[in-house]
């Protein structure tokens, strides 16, 4: 591995100082940033705290915090890593914020970052009233993120997890122990709508919509993430097509399907003869959809 060229070590040096010069370096390699910051700077900072063991909401009070030199030789390494081998920073420290959440990951799954953690942070409001949601279903869970947050802000409420992955299954159920939604949460290993049973309020799914033309021009550090939870056939509709059509006999008649199609949404428009509403989002994002039941049915 190449060696960054980080200012030598000294009992002077303060979090702050190697902050900014972390965030340089990210400058300079031209990395490519989307799991869980947007800039440098902020990325800088989650490497810098998450070796230093600070809560980076006291951000402030510890940027004058003396690094040992131990933690030097942490950060360094993760910072060649984060850019020689262009990993997501949250491979590195294996955990992501989702929804005021901290889940575990590593690259049996994709990085946390859903623009769908909005609307379950408004409880699906005003697309169904908040009351009436009881049972969920996610399809292709992945880490868990989007199940478990809902089993959070909607709690007494049964989701049901899904996905064909073994391996991100196995990330998930980390993640049910850890945030401790064990009764609230039940996984299952399926191809989306396979082994799945029962009627839901609400289906929400983050599935694979990356085409297999534009997966080979994304940044490397997307490269760095499951190819089987992004990418899909049929310029990216292949999974959106398969849920629009399964979905009906799963979902209550009052119920409502949530989807994230990215790239994919103005092809699923052409294509599809749904009344899509697709959703404006205060945090940014787009490409989500609300279809209602009776619309599917």
Known sequence: MNNISLKPWSVESKAIDLIQEVAQLFVEHDLCFGHGTDNPLDEAKTLVFFVLG????????SSSKRISCEEFERIRDLVNQRIYDRKPLAYLTQEAFF?????????RVLVPRSPIAELIQNQFTPWIEANSVQFVLDIATGSGCLAIAIAKSFPGVEVVASDV???ALEVANINID?????????????D???????????IVSNPPYVSS?????????????????????????????RILHDAPPFLKDNGILVIEMGEAAKAAERMFPYPFKWVQLEKGGEGIAVIEAKHLK
């Open 192 to 202: 989306l709508f396979e082994n799945v049973e029962g009627e839901f309020d609400v």
């Open 178 to 190: 850890r945030l401790f939604v064990g009764e609230q949460v039940t996984l299952v290993e399926s």
């Open 54 to 61: 600070v809560d980076y909401l006291d951000a402030e009070e």
């Open 213 to 241: 033309k534009n997966y080979q021009d994304l940044p490397a550090e997307y490269l760095q993430e499951p190819g089987l939870a992004l990418v899909a056939e049929d310029s990216g509709l292949d999974f959106i097509s």
């Open 99 to 107: 929804c005021g959440h901290k889940f575990y990951v590593d690259e």
């Open 165 to 167: 992955s073994k391996a």
